[in-house]
């Protein structure tokens, strides 16, 4: 069966240091893949999408990798901030826009 | 440019009854996606509607439907309510259907009792 699973329920690290969260999945085959960030209480907002044949994307401090091979993303935040803090979710996508979210990774970044 | 609005934000209802949720997408926005969040299953995909047609169902009961009004307007109904479906409701608007960027509702806190 499809499984999508995201690294850990949470996640903690220092200011400044790098977060990297990671969404690994099986039976599936994604047209792209993206990654939302969720605040309690709210709906998620789309922060980065990344293809199929594309290996790394950047956003200003943000930065996605996919590996189809590994069948793995990798998402950074580099030098994080406490307003980093919030549940980061993967969603994969086929072409027919079948999306699939995996369950989510709180990040709480110390200061 | 307003975001996309929900209503309401928060509901209270007891077994068997039925609920309808409302979403407003962004302004020249026609797709809308509904989704159900819970801690158990985490974001799943509902339903998507276009130009006032269903494009995409997912995985569940026909307790769950939905309709889009010529406005882009949607609203969607929850008949015989069970205790799971206690969820957050959340619904994403795109200018088009199967859209790659979808701007997501603050969504409606449903409780069953």
């Known amino acids: 069966s499809q499984k999508i699973e995201q690294n850990s329920e949470a996640l903690n690290i220092q200011e400044g240091k790098t977060a990297t969260l990671t969404c690994n999945y099986t039976?599936?085959?994604?047209?792209?893949l993206q990654w939302y960030r969720q605040d309690p209480g709210r709906g998620p907002v789309f922060l980065l999408l990344i293809r199929e044949n594309e290996k790394e994307k950047r956003k200003e401090r943000l930065k996605v990798t996919f590996d189809t091979t590994l069948k793995q993303s990798l998402f950074h935040i580099t030098a994080s901030q406490p307003a980093d803090s919030a549940t980061y979710l993967c969603?994969?996508?086929?072409?027919?826009?079948?999306?699939?979210f995996g369950a989510g990774t709180r990040l709480t970044v110390k200061p | 440019k307003a975001g996309v609005t929900q209503t309401p934000r928060y509901l209270i209802k007891t077994r068997g009854q039925q609920v309808t949720l409302s979403c407003s997408p962004i302004s020249g926005h026609r797709s809308v996606s509904w989704y159900q969040q819970t801690p158990g299953q985490g974001l799943q995909f509902l339903f998507e509607?276009?130009?006032?047609?269903?494009?995409n169902k997912g995985n569940f009961p026909g307790r769950f439907s939905g309709r889009q009004f010529s406005n882009s307007r949607s609203e969607m109904n929850v008949s015989t309510l069970e205790l799971g479906d206690s969820a957050l409701y959340l619904c994403a608007s795109s200018w088009l259907a199967g859209e790659e960027t979808q701007y997501f509702g603050p969504g409606t806190r449903l409780l069953v009792l």
């Open positions: 039976n599936y085959s994604p047209a792209y």
């Open positions: 969603a994969l996508v086929k072409g027919n826009n079948d999306m699939r």
């Open positions: 509607y276009f130009s006032e047609t269903q494009r």
